[in-house]
């Protein structure tokens, strides 16, 4: 209720007269010597009783419901993302030194390649389970700064025996000689993947984040296809995109980051993996497009049976706040650089090893990369230091690039392309009229 402030007078108030003075006999209020009738106060409306108890029941019970939808929604997240019961976690003497926890954090992600009507199994000549996409993710939350590193599928990581031996002298399988199939070959297990990055390239891991690859389309789609700009036209197996920025559904997506044949691919897995960096810069921009809210909502749906991870919610919850945070320009890609078979400067073949194709690790090349962008925090590691396989295996002398970028430089091509009008928002198909990726490479 809203009231003009009363003026006191002071003169019948603090100083008015006192009995001492004359003013006994007067009637109590009345002032001067007109003898006025007192004035009649408002009356204040009064506030009903059941008023504040009912804010207060109105305002408990929209908290209690807010907080079981929240109790629930956490529960649905953690339950979702939850690990497999039997799932290792990794070695505490492998993740990030004491003091250094709370600035970086190292996580290794892992897309799981599980070939459609194939079952999970150790046969050596399957990819079935294998962990086609490995990358090493840094976030350098102190320095606001996200450095991911891929490394070849095909890397060779042992010439003995399909046995990978680390420096401990501890032993993990490798049933086709290579890094990929590392996990595979020791029941599924990323700790034994995790334990031979760190002991090969001298790399801590903290946490494990695995994707189901044949989740991508339905992932995808779920977020309403993903806006990203393709560097050049692709074509395989009736399957088209064009060159510019498109809108790419889940089966053109698919085939986005799968394809590794036709023009433009002259060195097959390494050129996927640079064209895999659109589609990450393309993800990102959408997500920091999203609020806070959209975001968790989505993660159920992504995290059901797709994702798995050693990381809990309130962890991963931070993580992704804060990643959303980090500028596109401080985010960086890189790979490490591998030998490709004969001694020329650009080859598209690989070296055969007991029959499977593979690539060698340039070791130098891979140490100068790893101490300029990846050991803000713990000081150089020499290519001696490193347990590559570099000189097991003969190779020519020249080495892929680690071709070092930015997401920044990534979204100005695409800013470029929507300048330019080279857009198709409403989806890229192929050929024949059919979504992209329908026939599979």
Known sequence: MSETPRHIRTDRSLGGPSASSGGAGRTPGYGGSGGEPPRRRKKKKRTPRWLPLAVTLVFVAVVSAAVVYAAQYVSRVEESIRPEEDAESIAEEIQTLEEYKGDVVNILVCGLDYEEGRAYSNDPTSNDGMTDMIMYCQFDIKGGALRMLQIPRNSLVTTQNRT??????????????????????????????????????????????????????????????????????????????????????????????????????????????????????????????????????????????????????????????????????????????????????????????????????????????????????????????????????????????ANVQFVGQLDKEADDAILEGNTDVQGAVTTDGLPAGEAQP
């Not at 032993?171 to 996990?183: E, H, K, L, P, R």
């Not at 064009?242 to 433009?264: I, M, P, W």
């Not at 002259?266 to 659109?278: G, W």
Request: glycine content about 8%.
């Open 164 to 401: 990978v031996t680390l420096s401990s002298g501890k032993t993990y399988s490798a049933s086709n000689y290579q890094i990929n199939s590392v996990a595979l070959s020791n029941g599924g297990s990323i700790a034994a993947l995790a334990e031979v990055i760190y002991d090969q390239y001298k790399l801590p891991i903290d946490y494990y984040v695995t994707i189901d690859m044949q989740a991508l389309k339905e992932v995808v789609d779920n977020f309403g296809g993903i806006e990203v700009y393709i560097p050049h036209d692709m074509e395989f197996a009736g399957s088209f995109l064009a060159k510019g920025y498109r809108n790419l559904d889940g089966a053109s997506a698919e085939f986005f980051v799968r394809c590794r044949h036709g023009e433009g691919y002259q060195n097959s897995d390494i050129d996927r993996l640079n064209m895999q960096r659109y589609f990450y810069a393309g993800l990102f921009k959408r997500a920091r497009s999203m609020s806070a809210t959209d975001i968790l909502n989505q993660m159920p749906i992504i995290f059901n049976n797709y994702i798995r991870t050693d990381m809990d919610l309130v962890t991963l919850g931070k993580l992704a706040m804060s990643f959303l945070r980090v500028d596109s320009a401080n985010i960086m890609l890189a790979q490490t650089p591998v030998f490709m078979g004969a001694d020329v400067p650009y080859v598209g073949q690989t070296d055969s090893f007991a029959g499977y194709s593979c690539v060698v690790p340039d070791a130098g090349s891979i140490a100068e990369l790893l101490n300029t962008y990846f050991r803000t925090y713990t000081g150089p590691v020499s290519a001696e230091e490193l347990n590559l396989v570099t000189d097991d295996w003969p190779h020519g002398s020249y080495s892929t690039n």
